[in-house]
């Protein structure tokens, strides 16, 4: 598509006062359904009582500094005592609140409920992930790259205790899911082997090499599509190596597939480096001939990554965030998203997008801009919209009754019908700890964000006790 399909500029103002400008779609006569209903009124009373409670300590000072204290501990923590998996009473408690907030379960039969759960609501399908995964300090980062001595002796033990545990956790989250979920796969969760492979950028080991095809494959095989998880910084251009290599086999045009990505890389809007990444990422698409899989989120590491590489201010993510949304929507490059040295701006590869983000402007911009395209009978980009467990219940709902509206009034040629996917990991509540911790500190880092997620969810508590007493709709 040219990158003259959409010729309007607008201007989007950071906090330093400098203006970023990137294409804007002439929105048509008819912008997407807003539901009428109230949006939350699709979930069920425990969960409207639970998001409140864990939203309000989220939001305050007072009671957020010691929470995030307790939860830093008890994920980092190697003793029996204050392990959820070991420690009966811990477990109970974290397993009726947090952990119920944000996870899908620690077995085959939770985890089936809760996705039937989500989409007997009407989200389209779930994000899967196995939880068990290594978040480094600067000091473990620092030493990977030379510490690790990798004889047989230690490889054996790298494979039996690391490797084939996390395959099979990881095949049997594909064996969960359903055609048309996805599977959200962490290469760090496989173990030492693993983090001194990313970190010194090397192919995999041959274990880790079978253990990832396996995964592709019956990915490949079920019609489930796989989302290689962003990481630290320490390990992330290795990641960013293994997830091209493995789109470059999957993804490409067959006659068992379409073209249809298998394997998607994720991309964090708030590191600087993010556009040029992404746009030498969709020149090899285009130079090897495969869709590339994007999921685009605005970042996850803010409290391990370092912080010179991420932007200085959250205006500057969002621009970055919503320019590079634009620019795969679209199929063109913008100001954000250029191409990369030598590649034209007229040569764009198929691609397909998951636009993973809790911000209401972006998702109603993507929503405008492809009800625009819709409505000129342009060709859409492959997209899902996808939110936390957990987290922004507000937007998820809101997208979830528009697709119900829209497919109910048999709009489908000039409204984009949104899909919803809600992302959630699986696992122990052990294991599950350092994702519950990584949510606490995106709740303190997004404290506006969480004041209107609680704000939401005590106006629809408010609205159902209105309603129980009949004072009013």
Not at 41 to 69: N, V
Not at 154 to 166: D, G, K, L, Q, Y
Not at 331 to 349: D, M, Q, T, V
Not at 384 to 391: I, R, T
Request: some cysteine; aromatic content about 6%.
């Amino acid at each position: 598509m040219s990158s003259r399909t959409f010729p309007r500029q607008v201007s989007i103002t950071s906090d330093h006062g400098s203006a970023e400008k990137f294409d804007e779609p002439q929105v048509l006569a008819h912008p997407p359904t807003i539901p009428k209903a109230a949006p939350l009124s699709i979930l069920p009373l425990s969960s409207i009582i639970r998001s409140l409670a864990i939203t309000s300590i989220s939001s305050s000072p007072l009671l957020l500094g010691p929470s995030l204290a307790i939860m830093s501990k008890l994920a980092h923590s190697t003793s029996p005592l204050l392990s959820p998996d070991t420690n009966l009473v811990l477990r109970y408690f974290l397993k009726r609140t947090f952990y119920r907030q944000f996870c899908a379960g620690e077995n085959v039969l939770e985890v089936k409920q809760t996705a039937d759960s989500l989409k007997s609501i009407g989200f389209k399908g779930v994000i899967l992930g196995y939880a068990k995964e290594v978040v480094m300090d600067e000091t473990q980062t620092a030493s990977l790259s030379s510490s690790l001595d990798i004889n047989a002796e230690t490889a054996e033990t790298c494979i039996r205790n690391e490797i084939i545990p996390w395959a099979n956790g990881t095949l049997e989250t594909v064996r969960m899911t359903a055609p048309g979920d996805f599977v959200a796969l962490k290469f760090t969760g496989a173990g030492s082997q693993a983090l001194y492979d990313l970190s010194n950028q090397r192919d995999p080991s041959p274990a880790l090499r079978e253990a990832i095809d396996s995964v592709c494959k019956l990915a490949a095989e079920r019609g489930v599509r796989l989302l290689f998880d962003a990481e630290q910084q320490a390990v992330q251009p290795g990641i960013d190596a293994w997830t091209l290599e493995y789109m470059r086999k999957y993804n490409k045009p067959s006659p068992s597939n379409s073209g249809k990505a298998v394997i998607y890389g994720t991309y964090q809007a708030y590191l600087k480096a993010t556009p040029s990444v992404l746009a030498s990422h969709l020149a090899t698409a285009r130079q090897d001939g495969f869709t590339l899989g994007v999921k685009l989120v605005r970042g996850a590491y803010l409290g391990s990554d370092p912080r010179h590489l991420i932007y200085d201010t959250k205006a500057q993510t969002d621009t970055a965030y919503n320019g590079i949304a634009e620019s795969l929507a679209l199929r063109c490059y913008n100001s954000i998203l250029k191409p990369a040295p030598g590649e034209s701006e007229e040569k764009y590869p198929g691609v397909n997008v998951v636009l993973a983000g809790h911000n209401h402007t972006s998702v109603r911009r993507i929503q405008n801009l492809r009800t625009s395209q819709a409505q000129q009978g342009l060709p859409q980009t492959e997209l899902v919209y996808a939110q936390l467990q957990g987290m922004a219940d507000e937007v998820s709902c809101e997208l979830v009754q528009a697709g119900m509206v829209e497919e109910g009034e048999g709009m489908k040629v000039d409204v984009d019908v949104p899909k919803a996917y809600k992302y959630l990991v699986w696992g122990t509540t052990g294991e599950c700890m350092k994702y519950l911790l990584r949510r606490a500190q995106e709740n303190r880092d997004a404290v506006e964000r969480t004041l209107e997620g609680r704000n939401a969810m005590a106006a629809e508590l408010w609205r159902r006790v209105k309603n129980a007493v009949r004072l009013g709709p």
